[in-house]
């Protein structure tokens, strides 16, 4: 899945700072350097790629330890100078094993999830995969959506009580009821929005 931020490009021989920031949680991760010849690799491939300036050379991120970058958006800063690449993470982003270059993340990793959801849904209604399940669906006629739902919510009420069954169907009931909503071009989290508008107005 290519990232947003198809058009951008950098002069021959420059280089600029890319600051990598968790598109879920917000959390900045690490701090590395791109040239042209990275930022097309990452457009083309749909994971980080950065210049090391150690080793003068184009540097997959985590082509080594696995610990690779799914980039969701690219965008210039209004100098043109500096790149904010926003990432969904698989593994830590230090080379020391911390989640962050910076030490311990500075958010609760959970409610980000469902924002990591948002993000990925969103990715894949812009670069629709054939072989995505997700992208299918949000093309499909809303009668598929709206069954997988039904579906979900007849598995929830049929899970043993207090199983781990339950855990899971939930969750699944989470997941579609989040496509059903991008299909229907709402956010995926407005029901987020909403209980924090009930809460408010209880109180």
């Known amino acids: 899945m290519r990232p947003t931020g198809q058009n951008l490009s950098l002069p021959t021989g420059q280089l600029i700072p890319c600051v990598v920031q968790d598109a879920a949680t917000g959390d900045v ?3 590395a350097w791109v040239d042209d010849e ?3 690799a990452t457009r083309q491939t749909g994971e980080a790629h950065f210049h090391s300036r150690s080793r003068d050379e184009l540097w997959h991120k985590g082509a080594t330890s696995g610990n690779t970058m799914e980039v969701i958006t690219l965008d210039l800063d209004c100098d043109a100078d ?3 690449m926003r990432v969904l993470p698989r593994g830590p982003a230090c080379h020391t094993g911390s989640e962050t270059c910076f030490g311990a993340r500075l958010t609760d990793p959970r409610p980000g ?4 959801l ?3 849904i969103e990715h894949r209604r812009t670069f629709a995969d054939p072989e995505s399940f997700v992208a299918a669906t949000l093309a499909a006629d809303r009668e598929q959506a ?3 739902v039904g579906e979900e919510a007849v598995e929830v009420l049929l899970a043993a009580e207090g199983s781990d069954a339950l855990v899971g169907e939930v969750a699944d009931l989470w997941f579609h009821s989040m496509l ?3 299909r229907d071009g709402l956010d995926p989290l407005a029901p987020l929005e909403e209980l924090a508008r009930r809460r408010s107005s209880a109180q």
């Open 29 to 31: 991760l690490m701090l």
């Open 38 to 40: 990275a930022l097309q």
């Open 82 to 84: 500096t790149l904010l």
């Open 113 to 116: 999830v469902l924002n990591e």
């Open 118 to 120: 948002a993000a990925v």
């Open 146 to 148: 709206a069954r997988k």
């Open 180 to 182: 059903l909503l991008a």
